[in-house]
């Protein structure tokens, strides 16, 4: 629970700060009233050894010391629980009050010096008392100071401050009990953004996928996060949407040549029919078959090239040689479409020939299928040096709008979605050059614009 609960943890954390800020608290202010009321002893006390040491000082012959009881007598009217002791300097007592009973430790206290001694508590039965013992000298009356006794009692104190103290630490335990709710709610409140993340996770399905957090009402501190969950439920939403399509399309693609397969066939068993007939009609479910098993083919390689089991094997390519080569192979096909073709530049790349061969030819297709009769499509190559080599493939055409560029590459895609390709292939082209693109390390851009259509495909470090 401990590991897997955030708002136990604040709550705990914080209960455990707020408790140490009030036992740190409650612990100073029990020290200050302590010494608040050792001072108030000590000033009384002090005020009355100043009283005796007055007295003594106007000693002057020893008839004098008779009249310190009286005068020490009237000076504690009114005082209750101060006793008062005086001691001649042979230790004979001059005066002790009522009720007056010093320890030893208490005369062991007082210092060798007039005037200095140690203050001392002790206890006396069920009385506490804190007391000051000092030597005082004489005005005269004898060679020797006298010693001068003075006790508090302060039990009263002592049980005003255990009240105190009881009190007090009741007070910073509800304290402490109180701050810890306050954590514990702060700590809910605090993580309701997170809850509503949550939330708007448990609805998202393949068919609901357009819920987002609003990120002007989320904290700074997760404000990242909800972008980040927003970004990620785009790009689940534009997956989908893709995979959708390429559901819709393949099965279209799929039900065509099968569609073609099951007419022929039942139109063949409709009557009896020649041997010369009959292989007519398997010719021609031969070639719904070869544009069935291309189809798969390609899907198959896609598919492994989205897995990363696409290694391309390594030698050196001299374009030029390649692009030859490929024109001349579509060169019936320009001729009976009215186009020409055109190459320029040199360069060499290290890569799988076979597969560069058929990303090059995809392009090269594709451009002279939709190059209108009379026009020109011009094949470029580009020795970036150690960027690679760059292969562009242009040719005039109707210009493709900008929405549909970045997905020219997916498959199946279609610009005119009313439009059937017949026999011009199963769309799937330029989706294997990307794949293939991408194998060799490289890049494949499309760009539009002036009654120009330009692909260029970018290809490793030339060998």
Not at 30 to 47: K, S, Y
Not at 73 to 101: K, M, T, Y
Not at 211 to 221: A, I, Y
Not at 337 to 353: E, L, N, Q
């Amino acid at each position: 629970m401990w590991r897997n609960s955030i708002t136990l943890r604040v709550t705990l954390l914080f209960a455990v700060t707020s408790a140490a800020v009030l036992v740190g608290l409650g612990s100073v202010i029990g020290q200050a009233v302590e010494a608040h009321f050792e001072e108030q002893d000590l000033a009384e006390i002090n005020g009355k050894l100043e009283l005796a040491r007055h007295a003594i000082s106007r000693l002057r012959a020893p008839a004098d010391m008779e009249a310190i009881p009286q005068l020490l007598e009237d000076a504690l009217i009114g005082h209750h629980g101060l006793s008062v002791a005086v001691f001649a300097p042979d230790h004979r007592p001059l005066f002790a009050s009522s009720g007056a009973d010093f320890p030893k430790e208490l005369m062991a206290a007082q210092s060798s010096k007039p005037g200095e001694g140690q203050a001392v508590v002790w206890e006396n039965g069920k009385r506490a008392y804190r007391g000051v013992a000092v030597l005082v000298p004489s005005g005269g009356a004898s060679a020797g100071p006298f010693t001068v006794a003075v006790a508090l009692e302060i039990s009263h104190h002592r049980e005003f401050m255990t009240a105190f103290r009881k009190t007090l630490w009741l007070f910073v335990a509800f304290g402490i009990l109180l701050t810890g709710l306050l954590g514990w709610f702060a700590a809910r409140r605090g993580l309701a953004p997170v809850r509503d993340i949550a939330q708007v996770a448990r609805g998202i399905s393949a068919t609901h996928l357009g819920d987002r957090l609003p990120r002007e009402s989320v904290p700074t501190e997760l404000a990242e996060l909800a972008a980040s969950f927003n970004d990620m439920l785009d790009r689940l939403e534009d997956s989908f949407r893709r995979l959708s399509d390429f559901s819709s399309d393949l099965a279209h693609e799929l039900r065509t040549p099968v569609s073609n397969l099951m007419t022929q066939t039942e139109v063949a068993l409709a009557r009896t029919r020649s041997a010369e007939e009959y292989r007519e009609i398997l010719y021609s479910n031969l070639e719904e078959y070869d544009r069935l098993a291309r189809m798969i083919a390609d899907m198959l390689f896609l598919a492994k090239a989205d897995n990363g089991l696409i290694v391309p094997n390594r030698e050196s390519i001299d374009l030029p040689t390649e692009l030859d080569g490929l024109i001349e192979f579509y060169e019936a096909l320009a001729e009976e479409r009215g186009v020409s073709v055109s190459r320029s530049g040199i360069g060499a790349v290290a890569g799988d020939r076979l597969m560069i061969r058929r990303a090059i030819s995809n392009l090269l297709s594709n451009a002279l299928r939709h190059t209108p009769r009379g026009g020109l499509v011009k094949v470029e190559v580009h020795d970036l040096g150690k960027d690679g080599v760059r292969i562009a493939v242009e040719n005039p055409g109707d210009a493709i709008p900008p929405e549909h560029l970045p997905r020219l590459f997916d498959r199946f895609y279609r610009v005119d979605p009313c439009r059937e390709r017949g026999g011009e292939g199963a769309g799937l082209g330029l989706a294997i050059t990307k794949a293939i693109a991408q194998a060799h390390g490289g890049t494949i851009s499309v760009s539009s614009g002036n009654g120009t259509v330009r692909f260029a495909l970018s290809i490793g470090a030339s060998a």
